[in-house]
């Protein structure tokens, strides 16, 4: 990148300054937090006893990509509708069961993929972008996990051109999903209880990457 930037420097190619209007596509690399808060409601016989449930497994690196359009607001705003998807690690979250004194693990969720959409507004610098992100995250799950987690996304970053019209950006994300509640048969001290485990995913994602405006 850095060779084509001084040949098209020295060949006076791109001599316009570029702008963040229009249609754009990035790749953003970095690592993914999750926060997972579980539940559970155990019952033998029809009894309910006492119980305690822990997660782990969770934090990871990934890759976002992400396309949008910024719209011209008015002379320094922006405004961007885009989209983002970025597959997951392929790991299954392992529950931690506790009850009758004995900690039994299990498997949870295992995620597939995140995609979600967002609008963006953004406050031009003289070279950069300041933005923000509001939207909807979805998180896939295998169907013999679970459900599909249903969210939304909060967002803030910056963009800074670096060389005609590709820019690099850093990126911090939140994302708050919606509880969702499965069954599960565990056998304990050779009996066999039925378990019921709400879990309610609240993610983190930093990220750098690249990006083009077209």
Do not use: W
Request: net charge neutral; glycine share 12%.
């Amino acid at each position: 990148m850095a060779v084509t930037c001084l040949s098209a420097g020295a060949q006076g190619i791109d001599q316009t300054h570029p702008t963040f209007e229009g249609f754009y596509t990035d790749l953003g690399l970095g690592y993914r937090d999750i926060n997972t808060s579980t539940n559970s409601v155990l019952t033998l016989n029809g009894s309910v006893i006492p119980s305690s449930v822990n997660s782990s497994g969770s934090s990871h690196s990934l890759a976002v990509l992400t396309a949008g359009y910024n719209f011209h607001v008015t002379q320094n705003y922006l405004l961007a509708i885009g989209a983002n998807i970025s597959p997951a690690n392929g790991l299954t979250q392992q529950l931690q069961i506790q009850a009758l004194n004995k900690t039994t693990t299990v498997s949870g969720i295992k995620s597939l993929y995140n995609y979600g959409f967002f609008l963006s507004p953004g406050f031009k610098t003289e070279d950069g972008l300041v933005y923000l992100k509001v939207g909807k995250q979805t998180q896939v799950d295998n169907s013999n996990s679970g459900p599909n987690f249903n969210g939304y996304l909060l967002g803030l970053g910056y963009k800074q051109f670096v060389c005609g019209s590709i820019y690099l950006f850093g990126e911090a994300n939140y994302s708050l999903y919606e509880s969702q509640t499965t069954s599960r048969t565990i056998v304990s001290s050779g009996r066999t209880i039925n378990a019921s485990v709400t879990t309610s995913p609240q993610t983190t994602r930093l990220l750098l990457g690249l990006g083009y405006q077209f």
